[in-house]
């Protein structure tokens, strides 16, 4: 009883963040600035998404998954490069594994913690935790945690997160463990997990979602769009469709439904899975009728427009911004196809043009939708930008994505892309 009381009243304090802030907040951070992102980092969080995602799919077989640390460090850099408000750190060493964690508050201050976790032959074996200056009891930490995951999951499927792994060992900087969760499990756990994201933050269902990608598929093969064309059609298709069906109570929903969906049907299919299947079923192994379409002559420019609008609906700028810098320090890697201003450009576009129509009044609507028809109105100049460039010859001319040659590109096609028509109300 008196454990149970105990666990109350911790899960208590955590669940109050006013108390828990003032008691936690301190002005420098535990982690140091973050350094630049690189081709390496960009491989390397990869193949730890990948490789960990294969183990789960494989029924029988080698179930070992190693990781060293700098496979974390480089995953933590891309997590910070999107979400710059938090830092984190780990350190290898035979013992075990410790990974710092700094949060910055919107007052400035910083939320510092460190956990320590040591091999263990069955689940997560947390040794240590604090928060700021507040230690916690590391025995109660992970039950505590495991059963709120139950109470939000349901059927048990925090237990079997936590108990995913087992037979957990570290030689050097390289940690080396049995994946034991199943794929059954890992999707089970990544569905409800965004279904109550999803009904959390309000976002579109996917039977919404489907309602648009139906209405532009539709289009497309009554010949309403064409499917070769331009970009800029599929888009003022979608877009005027939610002005059209907005009320003063669900505009701001149906436009983020309307740019949800046309980023799973002209960008990409697997974007869906954030929300939960929208293509239907008879339709899955069908090619998108967006998949012709160009954005100034090309195809994944149109992709890389789409995407990046649909995840900025989907989160944040800055979010949406490191998917697709990531995936250009990716190709700038051998074997890509190397780091392109020219895709950073369709990037940043669909990332604003998402922003300037979440914060434009619904009356504006009708002016900027009757600018999408032409392609130079709500897309920059590209043809002068550098293009498909290997790793060295990014690194020789531009160093890193933090330097000021890197800075000085963006600002140039930012200032291109504030003074398209589609972003002037006048």
């Known amino acids: 009883m008196r454990k149970l009381l105990f666990v109350a009243l911790f899960l208590g304090i955590l669940l109050s963040p006013a108390l828990f802030l003032l008691l936690t907040a301190e002005e420098v951070p535990l982690v140091a600035e973050t350094r630049a992102a690189t081709p390496e980092d960009a491989l390397r969080a990869k193949q730890l998404v990948l490789g960990f995602r294969k183990l789960t799919e494989q029924e029988r077989g080698d179930r ?15 997590a910070s490069h999107a979400v710059p408000s938090v830092r984190a750190r780990a350190d290898v060493q035979p013992g075990g594994v410790a990974v710092d964690v700094a949060v910055r508050l919107p007052t400035g201050k910083w939320v510092n913690g460190t956990a320590e976790f040591t091999p263990a032959v069955e689940g997560i074996d947390l040794a240590s935790l604090q928060i700021g200056q507040i230690g916690l ?31 957990t060992r570290i030689t050097g900087k390289t940690v ?9 499990d890992r999707k089970a ?33 009554n010949g309403t769009l064409n499917p070769k064309g331009t970009f800029a059609q599929f888009l003022h298709f979608a877009v005027d469709r939610a002005a059209n069906r907005a009320t003063a109570d669900t505009a701001r929903y149906e436009m983020q439904t309307a740019l949800y969906a046309i980023a799973i049907l002209c960008g990409h299919p697997n974007l869906q899975f954030l929300i939960g299947n929208v293509v239907p079923q008879d339709l899955m192994r069908e090619r998108s009728v967006c998949a012709d379409a160009t954005l100034a002559g090309r195809r994944d420019l149109r992709a890389h427009f789409a995407v990046s609008a649909g995840l900025q ?28 201003f020219d895709d950073i450009a369709a990037d940043r576009a669909g990332i604003e043009f998402a922003i300037f129509l979440k914060q434009s009044k619904p009356a504006d609507w009708p002016t900027i939708i009757a600018r999408l028809r032409q392609e130079q109105d709500m897309f920059p100049r590209i043809d002068d930008l550098p293009s498909t460039m290997p790793q060295s010859e990014f690194e020789n001319r531009f160093g890193s994505v933090d330097s000021p040659a890197y800075r000085d590109m963006l600002a140039k096609i930012d200032a291109r892309i504030s003074r398209l028509p589609v972003f002037s109300l006048n």
């Open 137 to 167: 009891p590391a025995g109660l930490v992970i039950p505590a945690a495991e059963q709120l995951l139950n109470m939000v999951l349901g059927d048990g499927l925090g237990t079997i997160a936590f108990n995913g792994v087992r037979n």
């Open 176 to 184: 080396t463990t049995e994946v034991v969760l199943t794929k059954a």
């Open 313 to 340: 609906i989907a989160s944040d700028a800055g979010f949406a911004f490191a998917v697709g810098e990531y995936k250009e320090l990716l190709d700038a890697n051998k074997g890509g196809s190397g780091f392109s």
């Open 64 to 78: 070992t998954f190693r990781f060293t640390e700098q496979d974390l460090n480089g995953a933590f850099v891309f």
């Open 189 to 221: 756990i990544a569905s409800r997990t965004k279904d109550t994201m999803r009904t959390v933050s309000g976002f579109s269902t996917a039977e919404d979602l489907r309602g648009y990608w139906l209405d532009m598929h539709e289009a497309a093969t």
